[in-house]
C-alpha cells in the first residue's frame, strides 16, 4: 500500500484547508494508516469528530484513494504528502499543512535563496503591472524562488517577470491542475512547467474555485515563503488576506507603497502603517535575506525591454465599467468588470439579497454564482454579511 493513499483518504473526507489529517496522524503511534485501521468504531468513539465527519470516513473509500493516485501517476502528476522527502519543510509550520499537494512540472528545490510570494490586485493598474513585473525579474535574478496565484494581474506579471530572469518559480491554484478556470492565463500555465518551475494545488478534482478556497489557496503561497510581497492592495480585499495569513505564520511582510494618494493603494498604506516595510525593487527584499542566503547574483537587476512569447502582453489595465444607479445616472465601479459581475452589482443597487435571490435577479447559475462572489468578495466588490447575504461595497 503506497502510504500517500491514506493522506488522499483523510483529505478527501475533511476538506482541503482542514487541520484534522496532521492532528489524527500525530495522535496514532501508526499515524494514518492506524487511524484507517481502527475503522467505524474508532471514528465514531472521536469526539471531537462530527457524525458527517465520520460518515464522510467511511464514504470514501482507500481503494477510491488509491484510484486517484494512480491517476495523478498516469497523466503526470507528482503527490506529495507529508512522508515525501520533496514536501516543503516550510509547510510544516503552520496550523494546517495541506495533507495532499498534486503538482505538475519539478518542484524547485527550497533553501537555495529566499522564498517570496509575489500577491496583489488582479484589476491592477498599469504602474502597478511594471513594480510585479520588475519585482519579480530581481527576485528571481538574485537566486529567489518566486511563489504566486495564477491569476491577471499582478500574480501574472510577478511570474512573467521571474521567468525572463530564467527563475524558480510556483504558481498555486484554487482549482485542480485540468480546470480551464482562468483562460486568460491558460498559456502561462503551460509555460511554468516547461520552464522548470511547478503547479501546486490541493485539489485533485475543483473546476472552479469553492467558497472560502482562494483564502485556502492563499495560506499555502504565504506559507511555502520567507515573505510575502504586496502589491496595490485595496482597503477591503484579497490582498489584505495575505498579509493575515503571513502574520500567522510568522512570514515577513514588504509592501509597494504605490502612488501617493491612491484609493488602490489605501490598504497598502495601512499595512506600512502596522509596520511592513516598504521596497520599491526586488533588491530591498533580497536585502533582508542576504546573511540567511548569500548568494552571487546570476543576472544583472535591470529588467529586459522585451518578453518572450506569452509575456509580451500580460494584464494590461481593462476600460472602467459604468452603471446606472436608480435615478439613471452613471455611476462608476471600477476597472475591467466581467458582464457576471455587471449583473451582480447591478442587482445589489441599494439591496441586500442572498445568493438564491442574486441567480434568481441575475440568470447566473448557482454553481458558478458562487464562486463568483467568492472572487468578487476577494476584490472588494461586494460582502457577506448575517443571513448568508450579500452586499455591494463599491459604489
Not at 524558480?168 to 511554468?192: G, H, M, T, W
Request: glycine share 12%; hydrophobic share 40%; proline share 6%.
Amino acid at each position: 500500500m503506497d502510504y500517500r493513499a491514506y493522506w488522499i483518504w483523510l483529505q478527501h473526507a475533511f476538506g482541503e484547508g482542514s487541520p484534522l489529517p496532521w492532528q489524527l496522524s500525530r495522535r496514532f503511534h501508526g499515524g494514518a494508516a492506524e487511524f484507517h485501521e481502527g475503522g467505524p468504531r474508532l471514528w465514531n468513539s472521536l469526539s471531537f469528530l462530527s457524525d458527517q465527519q465520520a460518515a464522510a470516513l467511511y464514504d470514501f473509500t482507500l481503494g477510491e484513494a488509491e484510484a486517484r493516485l494512480e491517476y495523478a501517476e498516469k497523466v503526470g502528476w507528482f503527490v506529495l504528502t507529508p512522508e515525501c522527502e520533496k514536501y516543503p519543510e516550510a509547510l510544516r509550520n503552520i496550523s494546517d499543512p495541506p495533507a495532499v499537494l498534486y503538482g505538475k512540472g519539478r518542484l524547485p528545490e527550497f533553501g537555495k535563496g529566499p522564498a517570496v510570494a509575489v500577491a496583489g490586485a488582479r484589476k491592477a493598474l498599469q504602474e502597478s503591472v511594471a513594480a510585479a513585473r520588475k519585482i519579480g525579474y530581481q527576485l528571481a535574478a538574485g537566486g529567489a524562488l518566486v511563489v504566486s496565484g495564477g491569476a491577471v494581474g499582478i500574480d501574472s506579471a510577478s511570474l512573467a517577470g521571474a521567468m525572463s530572469a530564467s527563475g524558480r518559480v510556483i504558481s498555486v491554484l484554487p482549482v485542480d491542475l485540468n480546470s480551464p478556470y482562468l483562460a486568460k492565463n491558460a498559456s502561462l500555465r503551460q509555460e511554468i512547467p516547461k520552464r522548470g518551475g511547478a503547479l501546486l494545488s490541493e485539489y485533485f478534482t475543483q473546476r472552479n474555485p469553492a467558497m472560502g478556497g482562494f483564502q485556502t489557496r492563499n495560506r499555502l503561497i504565504t506559507g511555502l515563503c520567507d515573505g510575502v510581497v504586496l502589491i496595490q492592495a485595496a482597503m477591503k480585499s484579497g490582498t489584505i488576506i495575505y498579509a493575515r495569513h503571513a502574520a500567522d505564520q510568522n512570514r515577513d511582510v514588504f509592501v509597494y507603497p504605490g502612488p501617493a494618494g491612491a484609493a488602490e493603494y489605501a490598504g497598502s498604506q495601512a499595512l506600512l502603517r502596522d509596520g511592513a516595510k516598504a521596497v520599491s525593487c526586488g533588491e530591498d527584499v533580497l536585502e533582508d535575506y542576504a546573511l540567511r542566503f548569500p548568494l552571487p547574483r546570476k543576472e544583472p537587476a535591470c529588467l529586459p525591454d522585451e518578453y518572450e512569447g506569452i509575456f509580451d502582453d500580460i494584464c494590461l489595465p481593462e476600460r472602467e465599467a459604468v452603471l446606472a444607479d436608480s435615478a439613471g445616472r452613471a455611476v462608476s465601479i471600477g476597472p475591467g468588470l466581467s458582464p457576471e459581475e455587471e449583473k451582480v452589482m447591478s442587482a445589489l443597487q441599494g439591496q441586500l439579497l442572498t445568493a438564491a435571490q442574486l441567480g434568481a435577479d441575475t440568470g447566473i447559475p448557482a454553481g458558478r454564482l458562487l464562486g463568483l462572489l467568492t472572487e468578487m468578495e476577494l476584490e472588494g466588490l461586494v460582502e457577506s454579511v448575517s443571513g448568508k447575504r450579500y452586499r455591494r461595497l463599491r459604489r
